[in-house]
């Protein structure tokens, strides 16, 4: 968590408000190696084919669970259909030992050469940073990521060179993918898109969350071999109106003033879930509120399970929270609302999951109740 909010004060040097008038964001890949490293051969091929995965599994789900992006192609690609890579070189050399091999700020110094020598306006685009310092067993060990619809983002990844050929029918944890950390990388980009840690409902069977555990911790907490990857209905409500996939970047800077009236929670016995219901207000109007539900001593913050509901006209929803902590414990609902500009917030004044609402519970045989 640390080194996320480390990430986020990297992302912005200037208010969003310096600069003007809403402008459309652009995802921006960055190959980034130390002097004394050249390229390998096969990268363009390779990063297209992540790109190609990459958005055949956000547009495939989002559309699975009911937000069908009006733009599902987010990457700039060349005449030939490969995207485009800024290639850069750190003024550090791996030999010196003065090019880090576990830092949080190459995403920043990638996207600054980058911006130098590709001469590349000051915007607030979406920056995936791949780093090469060599073939395994070298690696660039810091993956992290950050952003929001407003800001842009940043997400820095090591770029793991070995053979073979993706395919977006590919299991997200099979052997390559899971070789090549995959999973991980479109996580950290996930970051960058303004997408929050979400774990499993476990009811849907439908494998690992993209923006939940790592392969091998998902692995060991539900004792299983599981390989195949998911976007969960929550991470699709909030790409939904992320101007990349929308294709409009209006209001893209303003902050929703939301408020929350007549919040409860309603138990239901026999069914074995709960009901949180409300209405919300915003002068930037909500189409969904997700609530996700954290009992820190039961659930780390990759397993929190998301709930999501649609918004009724008259501003009130109703969220099932249908796999309830069955065991006694303390916990927070935390929860925020997707607004039409893509911007998620919980208190009308931030961005992103640190701004949710937040409403303290205990467990009883009874259901959730709520502490004052």
Same mark, same amino acid.
């Given at each position: 968590?640390?080194?996320?909010?480390?990430?986020?004060?990297?992302?912005?040097?200037?208010?969003?408000?310096?600069?003007?008038?809403?402008?459309?964001?652009?995802?921006?890949?960055?190959?980034?190696?130390?002097?004394?490293?050249?390229?390998?051969?096969?990268?363009?091929?390779?990063?297209?084919?992540?790109?190609?995965?990459?958005?055949?599994?956000?547009?495939?789900?989002?559309?699975?669970?009911?937000?069908?992006?009006?733009?599902?192609?987010?990457?700039?690609?060349?005449?030939?259909?490969?995207?485009?890579?800024?290639?850069?070189?750190?003024?550090?050399?791996?030999?010196?030992?003065?090019?880090?091999?576990?830092?949080?700020?190459?995403?920043?110094?990638?996207?600054?050469?980058?911006?130098?020598?590709? %001469?590349?306006?000051?915007?607030?685009?979406? &920056? &995936?940073?791949?780093?090469?310092?060599?073939?395994?067993?070298? %690696?660039?060990?810091?993956?992290?990521?950050?952003?929001?619809?407003?800001?842009?983002?940043?997400?820095?990844?090591?770029? #793991?060179?070995?053979?073979?050929?993706?395919?977006?029918?590919?299991?997200?944890?099979?052997?390559?993918?899971?070789?090549?950390?995959?999973?991980?990388?479109? $996580?950290?980009?996930? $970051?960058?898109? !303004?997408?929050?840690?979400?774990?499993?409902?476990?009811?849907?069977?439908?494998?690992?969350?993209?923006? !939940?555990?790592?392969?091998?911790?998902?692995?060991?907490?539900?004792?299983?071999?599981?390989?195949?990857?998911?976007?969960?209905?929550?991470?699709?409500?909030?790409?939904?109106?992320?101007?990349?996939?929308?294709?409009?970047?209006?209001?893209?800077?303003?902050?929703?003033?939301?408020? &929350?009236?007549?919040?409860? @929670?309603?138990?239901?016995?026999?069914?074995? @879930?709960?009901?949180?219901?409300?209405?919300?207000?915003?002068?930037?109007?909500? $189409?969904?509120?997700?609530?996700?539900?954290?009992?820190?001593? @039961?659930?780390?913050?990759?397993?929190?399970?998301?709930?999501?509901?649609?918004?009724?006209?008259?501003?009130?929803?109703?969220?099932?929270?249908?796999?309830?902590?069955? @065991?006694?414990?303390?916990?927070?609902?935390?929860?925020?609302?997707?607004?039409?500009?893509?911007?998620?917030?919980?208190?009308?004044? %931030?961005?992103?999951?640190?701004?949710? $609402?937040?409403?303290?519970?205990? #467990?009883?045989? #009874?259901?959730?109740?709520?502490? %004052?």
């Amino acid at each position: 968590m640390m080194r996320s909010l480390f990430l986020a004060v990297l992302l912005l040097s200037s208010p969003i408000s310096a600069f003007g008038q809403a402008k459309m964001p652009r995802v921006q890949i960055v190959f980034l190696t130390p002097a004394d490293v050249d390229a390998p051969t096969g990268v363009s091929r390779r990063l297209t084919q992540v790109a190609d995965y990459t958005e055949t599994m956000l547009v495939k789900w989002m559309k699975a669970w009911d937000y069908p992006p009006a733009r599902e192609q987010i990457f700039q690609r060349n005449a030939d259909g490969s995207v485009q890579v800024l290639f850069v070189k750190s003024p550090e050399t791996l030999a010196s030992g003065k090019f880090p091999l576990k830092d949080g700020n190459l995403s920043r110094k990638g996207k600054l050469l980058a911006m130098e020598k590709f %001469k590349l306006p000051k915007t607030l685009d979406v &920056w &995936w940073v791949w780093v090469y310092v060599g073939d395994p067993p070298l %690696k660039y060990s810091s993956y992290l990521g950050s952003g929001n619809a407003a800001a842009g983002g940043l997400s820095q990844v090591n770029y #793991t060179n070995l053979p073979g050929e993706i395919s977006v029918e590919d299991k997200l944890a099979g052997p390559l993918l899971k070789d090549l950390t995959l999973k991980g990388t479109i $996580h950290e980009f996930g $970051h960058a898109l !303004g997408l929050p840690h979400n774990g499993p409902l476990i009811k849907e069977d439908l494998g690992m969350p993209l923006m !939940g555990a790592t392969i091998a911790n998902y692995r060991r907490v539900m004792k299983n071999r599981e390989e195949r990857g998911y976007v969960t209905e929550a991470s699709a409500a909030i790409l939904w109106k992320h101007p990349l996939f929308t294709g409009t970047a209006e209001r893209r800077y303003q902050i929703p003033k939301v408020e &929350w009236h007549d919040l409860a @929670v309603k138990n239901d016995r026999q069914q074995r @879930v709960a009901h949180l219901t409300g209405r919300i207000t915003s002068n930037v109007p909500a $189409h969904s509120i997700i609530v996700y539900d954290t009992a820190p001593d @039961v659930r780390t913050q990759y397993f929190q399970k998301p709930y999501v509901a649609r918004v009724e006209k008259d501003g009130t929803f109703d969220i099932t929270i249908s796999e309830p902590v069955s @065991v006694q414990a303390k916990g927070v609902l935390k929860v925020v609302a997707c607004c039409e500009n893509g911007t998620m917030t919980g208190d009308g004044k %931030k961005r992103g999951f640190g701004s949710a $609402h937040e409403i303290k519970y205990q #467990t009883s045989r #009874t259901g959730y109740q709520l502490i %004052k």
